[in-house]
């Protein structure tokens, strides 16, 4: 009895590692499989961008007249892999060059009739795929696309709004920024930097629009339009960005302080010593800050008076700074050598000094 029950417990033992032994083998297979299939892959990756690019310098070279037809070329730009690779490398290829180069890729991205590919991540659910097809319609210029992607600009993920706003800017110039009249997703930094490069326009043709953004309950959509105001000088809503410096937002407060500045006339400097008491700390250090750049020397008393008469060191940097750029070393000299001042203050000062140098 003894013996059967050893035989097996044996027998049991045996396929057990038999199993483990087939599941071991299993798995180094498939780890095996995978790792050939990914090399087979970038492989592929590697030969196709060589090929691509080969296309597309033969293209700006020498034109499409003298090119080589490519029969191994044209088979594999019938698959789908290699014409997805295909279209990134020409995107990426439209941004390096400029005039005629960019011309001969856009020749290469129709006769291939790539925008199909393009459309279609339009049509997917992911938000990084419909990022992609907007770009590479806008990268290419197609402008049957602008219906297609103008419901984008609604779109809850940021990656796809932000690539849909781009587009129509780039598409309709000043025109495509009209979504802001009615936007409530925050606009980035990042974002209104891209909008602001893209953009060319007459002031005097879009009076109303900025009037319309100036008044946003989106703080982003405001500063977007201060911004507007500094880079083509819009003198005419000078008024109107004074007004917000009483915004409750300190961000909007801070870029209508910038917006002043760029657009200063001859009683900013005044309105900014008039406002300044009544400004949070923030928008106080921009005031100096936006004052130092005027260079007037008229402002000297008003520094003197902000570096000595607070506690604050941000205040204090910022008006030691604006001292040393009208030329007051010798005054900011003394003040260190003097044995009565603030140790605070020495450091501050020495700070301001060093950054000069």
């Known amino acids: 009895m003894t013996t059967l029950f050893l035989y097996v417990s044996v027998h049991e033992l045996f396929l057990t590692f038999l199993g483990i032994l087939i599941l071991v083998l299993i798995l180094i297979i498939v780890v095996l499989s995978y790792s050939f299939y990914q090399y087979k892959t970038l ?16 293209a700006i070279v020498y034109g499409p007249e003298d090119q080589k037809d490519n029969e191994i070329f044209n088979t594999y730009s019938r698959e789908s892999s290699f014409r997805n690779l295909f279209l990134e490398r020409l995107v990426a290829s439209e941004k390096k060059f400029s005039g005629g180069a960019q011309d001969e890729i856009k020749k290469i991205f129709t006769d291939y009739n790539l925008q199909k590919e393009a459309f279609k991540k339009l049509g997917q659910k992911k938000p990084h795929l419909i990022a992609e097809g907007i770009q590479e319609l806008t990268a290419m210029k197609v402008e049957s696309a602008v219906p297609k992607i103008m419901p984008f600009l609604k779109h809850p993920s940021p990656q796809v709004y932000q690539e849909a706003q781009y587009a129509m800017v780039v598409f309709k110039g000043f025109q495509g920024l009209h979504f802001l009249n009615d936007f409530t997703y925050i606009i980035s930094d990042w974002q209104q930097l891209r909008l602001l490069r893209s953009i060319n326009l007459d002031p005097d043709q879009c009076q109303q629009v900025v009037n319309v953004w100036l008044d946003s309950q989106n703080t982003s959509v405001i500063i977007f339009a201060l ?17 917000l410096l009483m915004h409750p937002a300190i961000d909007v407060r801070i870029e209508t302080v910038k917006a002043l500045q760029a657009l200063e006339t001859s009683s900013t400097i005044a309105e900014f010593k008039e406002i300044y008491e009544e400004q949070p700390l923030e928008v106080q250090i921009e005031i ?16 003197k008076e ?8 941000g205040v204090k940097i910022a008006a030691a700074e604006a001292l040393l750029a009208l030329g007051y070393h010798d005054y900011l000299l003394e003040i260190i050598e003097n044995d009565a001042s603030c140790p605070q203050l020495v450091q501050i000062i020495k700070h301001a000094l060093q950054e000069k140098i």
């Open 43 to 58: 492989n592929h990756i590697h030969q196709w961008s060589e090929m691509i690019d080969e296309k597309v310098s033969e």
């Open 227 to 243: 911004r507007l105001l500094r880079k083509f000088q819009m003198l005419a809503f000078y008024d109107k960005a004074q007004a």
């Open 288 to 303: 100096l800050k936006a004052m130092k750049l005027s260079h007037d020397p008229r402002c000297a008393d008003f520094y």
């Open 306 to 313: 902000k570096l000595n008469g607070t506690n604050l060191p």
